[in-house]
């Protein structure tokens, strides 16, 4: 790398410099603590090139992405957050793995960028130091910038760039400062030799941990020029979102608006969405002659799958709540709110950020748990956190509460009752995980309580570029799903719903579908369900808002295609609002998701722990629905 620029805080010692070359292919990793800023910064270089997968034998999250600078092609390997490289943990083994060239599911990278949290650069400097163990080239970049300068401080960054032996950059990932010179100090990376060996990361003795921390905290004395100052509102903000009593009252507030938003903001979207496929559909019907193709295109695949695309915009405001509320540094302060009720179950509360994480989705909940490190708290996590509201479930609740429960105002004119009545569903499922929690930690899973520490990273201001990119990865997961997975069901059912004919003509109570649904109907009458619902609940066994697309399916076919056989109408004529209740308590509660039992079985080990999942869960599914619907037609209600 060429010596530093007089206008950039940057230090390039001499021995990684190295002659520019002409367009070249470069893979670096990029590598960093929890909070650090890490993702952000990956973000902003690879912007929407990116690959989102799962390493192979583990649910470590693997994301690659490309970007381009003035002389390069650069393959970025973002590693799991770590705050170190000893493999004592699966993402401490990961990321010593990928720099050491011993994954086969990247290939082997040229260096490291090292990204420190400027304003807790001791904590950071501890996997430096690894890191530039291994005998890779790094680049130590010092994020957030702007934070420290608004707190008083400064880094000398020449000072630590002469005692690491590497360069040193300060930018703002959230800010995009200095952005431009990081891409050119990538351009003059030096090039790796084939020859060259890196050395492998081992545990180190308590004697050598101590003393790299020792060298950590003598390093962050010697660079700083000033000391980095509190933060100057966060604890006022503290005080209030930490306190026992407005902590509580401010986190429910916050879910409130969150459930409103679901319903008023996603609407006009929803609309949209649902008017596109509607006319595509139309569009099909009176342009390919009536027959076979004409009803399995307009019916079995645009329909079907419209019925559950057009819920994306609810979906997508769930995440985007999802990633505010972590950016800003809520969701830390908000689990050590919640320490004190999940303490009274015996959990802890470094249990409920992978149960937040399980309203997005069950399985990066799942995965979340590798930070718990009681094994016992940690199964019983594992256990219950299917039982908090997924976003597949959200499609069902939207639909049903949409078609059975009154929009009117409850509280004021802002929450309105359907709002409210999806709040309810979502707690059930959390008051449903607390008491098996309460279950399982007082007889088979009990251990003594472990103390509760998680650090508290500072408030910051979310980076709307990496809200939008969760939000766009998610779509394309989702949309995926629904051009694979719920396409291929649907048109199976289509086939199903259609056939055998009946004299030339479509009869659905006598088609194989009807003889499936009627042959289970017994078993699910007393819960205030029909054979078309019971169709729906096979079907959903793949992808619970197959559900969706399944009725859509039926009621579309058995209509003939008149709009008149649009789904809320059908199913207020088909269904009691009590059945309706029922059914979204059985979606509530109900273990109908393959995928998060295969990421149980690989989290665990073995096939026990997900069976006994599914039966616990359907059991309590079946018992509530059952005792919901027979208590309401004794009162009455049905």
Same mark, same amino acid.
């Given at each position: 790398?060429?010596?530093?620029?007089?206008?950039?805080?940057?230090?390039?010692?001499?021995?990684?410099t190295?002659?520019?070359?002409?367009?070249?292919?470069?893979?670096?990793?990029?590598?960093?603590?929890?909070?650090?800023?890490?993702?952000?910064?990956?973000?902003?270089?690879?912007?929407?090139?990116q690959?989102?997968?799962?390493?192979?034998?583990?649910?470590?999250?693997?994301?690659?992405?490309?970007?381009?600078t003035?002389?390069? /092609?650069?393959?970025?390997i973002?590693?799991?957050?770590?705050?170190?490289?000893?493999?004592k943990?699966?993402?401490?083994?990961?990321?010593?793995?990928?720099?050491?060239? #011993?994954?086969t599911?990247?290939?082997?990278?040229q260096?490291?960028?090292?990204?420190?949290?400027?304003?807790?650069?001791?904590?950071?400097l501890?996997? =430096?130091?690894?890191?530039?163990d291994?005998?890779?080239?790094? &680049?130590?970049?010092?994020?957030?910038?702007d934070?420290?300068?608004? @707190?008083?401080?400064e880094?000398?960054?020449?000072? !630590?760039?002469?005692?690491?032996?590497?360069?040193?950059?300060?930018?703002?990932?959230?800010?995009? /400062?200095?952005l431009?010179?990081?891409?050119?100090?990538?351009?003059?990376?030096?090039? @790796?030799?084939?020859?060259?060996?890196?050395? &492998?990361?081992?545990?180190p003795? &308590?004697?050598?941990?101590?003393?790299?921390?020792?060298?950590?905290?003598?390093?962050?004395?010697?660079?700083?020029?000033?000391?980095v100052k509190?933060?100057?509102?966060?604890?006022?903000?503290?005080?209030?979102?930490?306190?026992r009593?407005?902590?509580?009252l401010?986190?429910?507030?916050?879910?409130?608006?969150?459930?409103?938003?679901?319903?008023?903001w996603?609407?006009?979207?929803?609309?949209?969405?649902?008017?596109a496929?509607?006319?595509l559909?139309n569009?099909?019907?009176? /342009?390919?002659?009536?027959g076979?193709?004409?009803?399995?295109l307009?019916?079995? =695949?645009?329909?079907?799958?419209?019925?559950?695309?057009?819920?994306l915009?609810?979906?997508?405001?769930?995440?985007?709540?999802?990633?505010?509320?972590?950016?800003?540094?809520y969701?830390?302060?908000?689990?050590?709110?919640?320490?004190?009720?999940?303490?009274?179950?015996? $959990?802890?509360?470094?249990?409920?950020?992978? $149960? *937040?994480?399980?309203y997005?989705?069950a399985?990066?909940?799942?995965?979340?748990?590798?930070? *718990?490190?009681?094994?016992?708290?940690?199964?019983?996590?594992i256990?219950?956190?299917?039982f908090?509201?997924c976003?597949a479930?959200l499609?069902v609740?939207?639909? !049903? *509460?949409?078609?059975?429960?009154v929009?009117?105002?409850?509280?004021?004119?802002?929450?309105? &009752?359907p709002a409210?009545?999806?709040?309810?569903?979502?707690?059930?499922?959390?008051?449903a995980?607390?008491?098996?929690a309460?279950?399982?930690?007082?007889?088979?899973?009990?251990?003594?309580?472990t103390?509760?520490? !998680?650090?508290?990273?500072?408030?910051?201001?979310p980076?709307?570029?990496?809200i939008?990119?969760? #939000?766009?990865?998610?779509?394309?997961?989702?949309?995926?799903?629904a051009? /694979?997975?719920?396409?291929?069901?649907?048109?199976?059912?289509?086939?199903?719903?259609?056939?055998?004919?009946k004299?030339?003509?479509?009869d659905?109570?006598?088609?194989?579908?009807g003889?499936?649904?009627?042959w #289970?109907?017994?078993?699910?009458?007393p819960?205030?369900?029909?054979?078309?619902?019971?169709?729906?609940?096979?079907?959903?066994?793949?992808?619970?808002?197959?559900?969706i697309?399944?009725?859509?399916?039926i009621? @579309?076919?058995?209509?003939?295609? @008149?709009?008149?056989?649009?789904?809320?109408?059908?199913?207020?004529s088909?269904?009691?609002?009590l059945?309706?209740?029922?059914?979204?308590i059985?979606?509530?509660?109900?273990?109908?998701?393959t995928?998060?039992l295969?990421v149980?079985r690989?989290?665990?080990?073995h096939?026990?722990i997900?069976?006994?999942?599914?039966i616990?869960?359907?059991?309590?599914?079946?018992?509530?629905?059952?005792?919901?619907?027979?208590?309401?037609? $004794? !009162?009455?209600?049905g």
């Amino acid at each position: 790398m060429s010596g530093p620029d007089a206008t950039a805080t940057v230090v390039v010692p001499p021995s990684l410099t190295s002659k520019p070359q002409l367009r070249r292919s470069l893979v670096l990793a990029i590598g960093g603590n929890p909070n650090s800023g890490k993702t952000t910064l990956f973000n902003r270089l690879t912007g929407l090139r990116q690959k989102v997968a799962n390493y192979a034998g583990a649910t470590v999250e693997k994301k690659q992405g490309t970007f381009h600078t003035a002389r390069s /092609t650069v393959e970025l390997i973002d590693l799991p957050g770590t705050y170190g490289l000893t493999p004592k943990s699966e993402e401490e083994r990961i990321a010593a793995e990928v720099i050491l060239g #011993m994954n086969t599911e990247v290939p082997r990278p040229q260096g490291v960028i090292c990204v420190v949290d400027s304003t807790v650069l001791e904590k950071g400097l501890y996997l =430096v130091l690894q890191t530039i163990d291994t005998g890779l080239p790094v &680049l130590v970049v010092l994020n957030m910038a702007d934070e420290l300068e608004l @707190r008083g401080a400064e880094i000398d960054e020449q000072a !630590l760039a002469r005692v690491l032996g590497v360069p040193v950059l300060s930018i703002s990932a959230t800010r995009g /400062t200095n952005l431009e010179r990081l891409r050119a100090l990538i351009d003059e990376w030096p090039e @790796r030799s084939p020859q060259m060996l890196c050395r &492998l990361p081992v545990v180190p003795t &308590l004697q050598e941990a101590a003393e790299r921390r020792a060298r950590a905290r003598n390093i962050t004395r010697l660079v700083y020029k000033k000391p980095v100052k509190p933060h100057p509102w966060s604890d006022k903000v503290d005080a209030i979102v930490m306190h026992r009593v407005w902590g509580p009252l401010l986190f429910a507030a916050v879910v409130l608006v969150v459930f409103q938003a679901i319903f008023s903001w996603a609407q006009p979207f929803m609309n949209a969405i649902d008017f596109a496929f509607t006319a595509l559909a139309n569009i099909v019907r009176h /342009t390919i002659p009536d027959g076979f193709w004409n009803h399995f295109l307009a019916d079995g =695949v645009i329909t079907g799958v419209g019925a559950v695309v057009v819920f994306l915009p609810q979906i997508l405001t769930v995440f985007f709540f999802i990633a505010v509320l972590e950016n800003s540094g809520y969701l830390p302060r908000a689990a050590t709110v919640m320490d004190r009720l999940l303490s009274a179950v015996g $959990l802890q509360g470094k249990s409920f950020l992978p $149960l *937040i994480s399980s309203y997005a989705c069950a399985i990066p909940g799942i995965m979340a748990t590798r930070t *718990i490190e009681n094994r016992r708290d940690r199964l019983a996590t594992i256990f219950v956190a299917p039982f908090m509201t997924c976003s597949a479930r959200l499609p069902v609740y939207a639909l !049903l *509460i949409s078609a059975f429960i009154v929009d009117r105002p409850v509280i004021g004119h802002f929450f309105r &009752l359907p709002a409210l009545v999806l709040l309810g569903l979502y707690a059930a499922g959390f008051c449903a995980a607390l008491l098996t929690a309460l279950l399982l930690k007082s007889s088979v899973l009990k251990s003594k309580g472990t103390p509760f520490f !998680l650090e508290m990273p500072p408030y910051r201001i979310p980076s709307i570029k990496s809200i939008l990119l969760l #939000m766009w990865d998610r779509s394309k997961i989702f949309l995926r799903q629904a051009g /694979t997975i719920i396409l291929l069901v649907n048109v199976i059912l289509w086939f199903f719903v259609s056939y055998p004919k009946k004299n030339g003509h479509t009869d659905v109570y006598n088609s194989y579908a009807g003889h499936i649904g009627r042959w #289970m109907e017994p078993a699910i009458r007393p819960l205030g369900f029909n054979w078309k619902v019971g169709v729906g609940l096979i079907s959903a066994q793949a992808a619970r808002e197959v559900m969706i697309s399944t009725l859509s399916t039926i009621y @579309r076919v058995q209509e003939n295609g @008149r709009d008149e056989g649009r789904l809320q109408k059908a199913l207020k004529s088909d269904m009691s609002v009590l059945s309706a209740v029922s059914l979204m308590i059985f979606f509530a509660f109900a273990m109908q998701c393959t995928s998060t039992l295969a990421v149980v079985r690989r989290e665990t080990g073995h096939w026990k722990i997900p069976l006994l999942m599914f039966i616990y869960m359907n059991v309590v599914a079946y018992s509530a629905s059952f005792t919901v619907y027979q208590v309401g037609r $004794l !009162l009455g209600f049905g």
